[in-house]
Nanobody
Framework: QVHLVESGGGSVQAGGSLRLSCTGSGYTIGVSCMGWFRQRPGKEREGVAQ???????TYADSVEGRFTISQDNAKNTLYLQMDSLKPEDTAMYYC???????????????????WGQGTQVTVSS
């Protein structure tokens, strides 16, 4: 039984930082592609960052240079460090796992099989 749980969301002023965490139960983080996604009301779920089994990462253009995805295999935890936050970063953030891909990750939400419940990030101006 796979269970992913996000934490670390909250409210912050523009320019601030947050670090999101995703802990796995019944799934080993680091053996396949993992991703962070976000969704705003009325909008499709957007891929924010992905990391493969070798910890090689890719980012959406909108967060490049501001967000950092990482994983700690020993702690079975996925992280998203968010710096220089902007109001447009406000969204529900989800972590997800794609067990079918090991090295070449994709940003499409439909490729991912397992999802967390989400954690809200609100950035005020």
């Amino acid at each position: 039984q796979v269970h992913l749980v996000e934490s670390g969301g909250g409210s912050v002023q523009a320019g601030g930082s947050l670090r999101l965490s995703c802990t796995g139960s019944g799934y080993t983080i680091g053996v396949s592609c993992m991703g962070w996604f976000r969704q705003r009301p009325g909008k499709e779920r957007e891929g924010v960052a992905q990391i493969n089994s070798r910890s090689s990462a890719t980012y959406a253009d909108s967060v490049e240079g501001r967000f950092t995805i990482s994983q700690d295999n020993a702690k079975n935890t996925l992280y998203l460090q968010m710096d220089s936050l902007k109001p447009e970063d406000t969204a529900m953030y989800y972590c997800a796992a794609d067990p079918d891909k090991l090295y070449t990750c994709v940003s499409a939400a439909r490729s991912y099989n397992y999802w967390g419940q989400g954690t809200q990030v609100t950035v005020s101006s």
